[in-house]
């Protein structure tokens, strides 16, 4: 049986962009599987692991916020980097005043969940000795330790984890929330990594609860 | 969920039975046709026949469901039975006889792709004969020559003589189109990935078509789903594959939102600066659909409609409409406003019914403070937002209240402390609280008080409210009330002068007003009407303790309560001056 973990994760606002509404971003009513991958990942991540999303339990209600920020349009070019590189002098900045883009956002304010996930050993070491990385987790996630700050979705959105040793005395998932909510992200494919491609799964929740391990993922 | 919910929409309404409201389904499009070719089945030009019918100063033409048009830039694309003079005629409007000559080429090259789809229709052959001899000179000897010659370009399209359906609606011709429309089975494509609405594969949609109607956006439309500026894409994807969505889940999500936006649409209001579209899950709920903007707004036509369609709310969750498995069929609420060339989402609902139905019902009991006759018994949610604005000017309304009190009604929150901080402002600044501004005051007290449970604001004068703020606004409106009628006709009132100090820092002003008011009671007439305002003051100051220095937000609102709760009850009892003598003075 491989190890589960679950973590309680907790932050004041909190944005899972839909590819969709991605310009001026919308969230997804909850965390989405790949974003919940990234909390884990952000305390204890090696090449020879992977993080399996279990379960996602919602546990405040969904509420919103519409925020308008400024942010820039364009990117750096590659071709002028390389350039640069090439001849050893160029101009690669990029100026906020001149690119500026004001984008609105709707966010997701207050949230908190309880996020199950199973480590699976992939090459290496990992395959005979599991327990070293399992305790690697556990030490790191009951000390608050990581290696960059877990964060709700975007990077601005910094979350408060906890590690959770016995579900007991847990408050209860959020049982008004059930129901179908669309195709949600599930997470990238990098199989072809010169193309990545979106995975998306049926977001069903009973209950509060999103079980990930019964969902039918389409790539 | 929202480009899901609006497909849905759209996958309701294209079964719709009746056929006026029905959506146009995949590869059709709805649109304004001007002149009608009425065609032999020989393909000789019988008549022109005019469609437009005077509608105010204008004349506006009929509308048809013809295969959807490409989207025009400066390059030549027709469109498919149906398009401009230019392009069906060869009429040379520009003087570029070049580029006439190649629109017509690509008109009957589309005719001529299409033929092979619908073999030997009778519709389709007429057009390619009467194209195929001169049609332009054909065109310019029928009288009616001189309205379309008039329009300068306008749109063209054909029927047999005898039809009530274009040669583009004929079953044969529509199956064809239909056909073409219908992207071949996908699969084996490497381009194939999850479409995001439907969970099918398919290749993705590049272009999104544009979204009309909506408020400060350009007029041509403007997109939800676009990846404009390099910074938006993710991964090295171009455009649509960004986000992909099927060419015809794009078109259906697209349709519906059109649709919904339309000018003669009953599904949309204004909320602020966002466009705000509704629409019910289930067909069944279309009443609700019908009466939600008549819920807000005070439709021009029928302003007895918007009583009408709450007191019917109020029944309708009286009578137990929303219990059990009906009330969870989901009402949708979509907010956009424009920015920078892309609509973004302002605020989006997706609730059950029974919960839209509660959360309105507990906005309109928020709302009921006591009034004059005269005044609406349900404020309407624009005049309640030109209330708090400068000069009651809809301009002036901050931008994003409208959609964050849109926002606080559906999801039962709290109103915005923006609404407050401005009704309380407007109060002070014009030292009136009227109806509405004492509406707005009320329900943000209350719907605090509800989310902290506390003593929650009365509709009318609450006698026995503790509250130093409410008591030091009814004392203020009494001291008004005396010094009225000792000199009436006065030009300038205490509250006047003294509103805004009194409501922010009464312990500065009050030692003047009560020092006046003596003079004021001294001055009266009317001995007995003075010794029951005297004992009034005594009765609300009994039950102050202490001045306060200054008070807060939340308490300046409840001094305008006091004050205007106060003042209603002077005015409701000076009608009935009978009654007046007697209970004034009361317990």
């Not at chain 1, 491989?2 to 973590?7: A, S, Y």
């Not at chain 1, 959105?157 to 195709?183: H, I, K, N, Q």
């Not at chain 2, 030692?511 to 001055?523: G, Q």
């Not at chain 2, 709760?565 to 001056?577: G, I, S, Y």
Request: hydrophobic share 40%; net charge neutral; with cysteine.
């Amino acid at each position: 049986m491989r190890p589960e973990f679950c973590l309680d994760v907790r932050g004041d606002y909190a944005c899972f962009t839909r590819p969709e509404m991605k310009v001026e971003r919308v969230s997804y009513d909850f965390i989405t599987p790949s974003a919940a991958r990234s909390v884990f990942e952000s305390i204890l991540w090696k090449p020879e692991i992977r993080w399996r999303m279990e379960r996602i339990e919602v546990l405040s209600p969904v509420r919103w916020i519409s925020v308008r920020r400024n942010e820039v349009g364009a990117v750096v070019s590659a071709r002028n980097v390389a350039g640069a590189m090439q001849s050893g002098k160029g101009q690669l900045g990029l100026y906020v005043e001149k690119e500026r883009q004001q984008r609105a956002g709707l966010f997701l304010r207050d949230v908190a969940y309880r996020l199950y996930a199973r480590m699976e050993p992939v090459k290496g070491e990992a395959m005979g000795n599991l327990a070293k990385y399992t305790e690697m987790f556990q030490r790191r996630a009951s000390k608050g330790q990581c290696v960059n700050q877990p964060y709700l979705g975007c990077r601005e959105f910094d979350a408060r984890v906890r590690l959770v040793a016995s579900p007991d005395g847990e408050p209860e998932p959020l049982t008004s929330l059930d129901g179908d909510f669309g195709w949600m992200l599930y997470d990238m494919d990098f199989t072809r990594p010169a193309d990545p491609r979106p995975m998306f799964f049926r977001a069903q929740l009973t209950r509060g609860v999103l079980d990930l391990t019964q969902a039918e993922v389409r790539s | 969920m929202i480009l899901q919910a609006l497909h849905a929409y759209y996958e309701r309404k294209v079964r719709d039975p009746d056929p006026v409201r029905r959506l146009p389904a995949a590869g059709l499009e709805d649109k304004e046709i001007p002149f009608i070719l009425e065609l032999s089945t020989d393909g000789r030009l019988l008549d022109i026949s005019d469609t437009r019918e005077p509608q105010g100063k204008k004349k506006v033409a009929r509308r048809y469901l013809v295969p959807q048009g490409v989207k025009k830039t400066s390059g030549v694309a027709a469109n498919l039975l149906w398009d401009t003079a230019e392009y069906v005629l060869g009429l040379d409007t520009k003087g570029k006889p070049e580029r006439v000559a190649e629109q017509m080429a690509a008109f009957r090259q589309r005719l001529d792709a299409l033929a092979p789809h619908a073999e030997g229709d009778a519709g389709l052959e007429a057009v390619r004969r009467f194209l195929a001899a001169d049609p332009l000179a054909a065109a310019q000897a029928k009288p009616a020559w001189a309205a379309v010659a008039e329009e300068g370009n306008p749109n063209l399209s054909f029927r047999l003589q005898g039809e009530n359906d274009l040669v583009c609606q004929r079953p044969a011709v529509f199956a064809a189109i239909q056909a073409a429309a219908t992207p071949a089975a996908a699969g084996h494509d490497p381009a194939t990935v999850t479409c995001l609405i439907t969970g099918q594969p398919t290749p993705p949609e590049r272009l999104h078509s544009a979204i009309k109607g909506v408020w400060g956006a350009q007029t041509s439309g403007a997109n939800i789903v676009s990846f404009n500026l390099d910074a938006f894409r993710s991964f090295g994807k171009e455009q649509g594959a960004n986000a992909p969505v099927s060419p015809a889940a794009a078109f259906a999500y697209t349709t519906a939102l059109n649709h919904l936006l339309g000018k003669q649409s009953a599904q949309r209001m204004q909320v602020g600066d966002a466009s705000t579209v509704f629409w019910a899950q289930r067909e069944e709920d279309k009443d609700v659909e019908d009466g939600f903007a008549a819920l807000f707004d005070e439709l021009p036509d029928d302003p007895d409609a918007h009583t009408a369609q709450v007191s019917a709310l109020f029944n309708a969750v009286r009578s137990g409409r929303f219990d059990g498995a009906a009330g969870n069929n989901r009402f949708y609420v979509l907010g956009l406003a424009p920015n920078a060339a892309r609509i973004a989402i302002r605020f989006w609902h997706a609730d059950p019914l029974r919960d839209v139905a509660r959360h309105i019902q507990a906005w309109f009991q928020d709302l009921e403070v006591v009034r004059s006759p005269q005044d609406p018994p349900y404020p309407t949610l624009f005049n309640l937002l030109r209330a708090v604005a400068l000069q009651r000017k809809a301009d002036n309304i901050p931008p994003t209240l409208g959609g964050d009190v849109m926002r606080a009604i559906l999801s039962g929150g709290p109103y915005p402390a923006l609404w407050l901080n401005a009704a309380v402002q407007r109060c002070r600044a014009e030292q009136q609280v009227g109806y509405l501004r004492a509406a707005v005051i009320k329900a943000c007290l209350t719907r605090s008080y509800r989310l902290s449970p506390q003593e929650a604001p009365r509709a009318m004068l609450d006698k026995d409210n503790p509250n130093a703020a409410y008591r030091l606004g009814r004392l203020f409106s009494v001291l008004e009330k005396i010094q009225e009628e000792a000199n009436p006709g006065l030009n300038t009132t205490i509250r006047e002068r003294y509103y805004g100090a009194a409501s922010s820092t009464p312990l500065a002003v009050f030692t003047t007003l009560l020092r006046l008011h003596n003079h004021h009671l001294a001055k009266m007439q009317n001995r007995g009407r003075a010794v029951n305002l005297e004992k009034l003051v005594a009765e609300i100051t009994s039950g102050i303790t202490d001045f306060p220095g200054h008070l807060n937000l939340p308490d300046q609102g409840r001094f305008a309560l006091g004050y205007y709760h106060q003042r209603q009850d002077l005015f409701t009892k000076a009608e009935a001056p009978a009654t007046a003598e007697t209970t004034t003075t009361g317990d």
